[in-house]
């Protein structure tokens, strides 16, 4: 089975502080993914990854950077945290290529991590 | 760019009943992916089905089955004999197949609720 772990399930953190999601998975994936997930909004893409340092913006990536120094793990930063950011973030991963089988583009997600910024 | 959309922000069926969830999407590709993802209260998003655009033929995983019209650009999910189990967030998405990626499009969620 394929397994995605976030560091924290919920976490509360300050305005203006730095906080940091990590995500991890076992299924040596080369895309990674982080949304965040906000009702009526559904999931919307932060930033992802298709190999190792390598990373693309995704539809609202202000006040976010990632890193990826290893394969399995993805980490998002909130430089500067602002209240605007409470939020569900989800991490996700993938295969690299999409392709006629379900395998090859399904996108495996982790828990979540409900973030509160105060 | 593509925007899907999921006019039900919440449902509710009967256990044992039919239900259907509604998705409608917009793009000009003609090669794309069309997925529903569940996501159970306080667990993980999982697949529940997916529908490649250039096949014709409906996708479907035992009780769940979609709707797929190419030309009027819908895609919706039938979950038939509905379980306990179906009680849900789903959200339906669209991905473009790309060389680096292939990101999802998901549309803003249909809540269902199975009622005993």
């Known amino acids: 089975d394929v397994k995605v772990t976030q560091s924290s399930r919920y976490l509360v953190k300050r305005t203006g502080e730095k906080v940091f999601l990590e995500c991890v998975q076992d299924?040596?994936?080369?895309?990674m993914f982080w949304y965040r997930q906000d009702p009526g909004l559904g999931l919307r893409l932060i930033y992802f990854?298709?190999?190792?340092?390598?990373?693309e913006k995704g539809d609202i990536p202000e006040g976010y950077s990632v890193s990826r120094e290893k394969k399995e793990r993805f980490s998002l930063i909130l430089e500067s945290a602002s209240t605007n950011q409470t939020s569900m973030y989800l991490c996700?991963?993938?295969?690299?290529?999409?392709?006629?089988?379900?395998?090859?583009?399904?996108?495996?997600f982790g828990p979540g991590t409900r973030l509160t910024v105060l | 760019a593509q925007t899907v959309t999921q006019s039900q922000p919440e449902m509710s069926v009967q256990e044992a009943e039919t239900v259907t969830l509604s998705c409608t999407y917009d793009?000009?590709?003609?090669?794309?992916?069309l997925f529903w993802y569940k996501q159970p209260p306080s667990r993980q998003m999982i697949l529940v089905i997916r529908?490649?655009?250039?096949?014709?033929q409906n996708a479907t995983e035992n009780r769940f089955s979609v709707n797929f019209q190419k030309a009027a650009k819908s895609f919706s999910l039938k979950i038939s004999d509905s379980q306990l189990g179906d009680t849900a967030m789903y959200f339906c998405?669209?991905?473009?197949?790309?060389?680096?990626?292939?990101?999802?499009?998901f549309g803003g969620g249909t809540r269902l609720m199975v009622k005993p």
């Open positions: 998405a669209f991905m473009k197949p790309v060389l680096v990626g292939n990101m999802l499009t």
């Open positions: 793009t000009s590709e003609s090669n794309y992916y």
């Open positions: 996700a991963s993938s295969l690299r290529e999409a392709g006629p089988s379900s395998s090859t583009d399904t996108q495996y």
């Open positions: 299924m040596d994936h080369e895309n």
């Open positions: 990854s298709y190999d190792v340092k390598m990373k």
């Open positions: 529908q490649e655009a250039y096949k014709q």
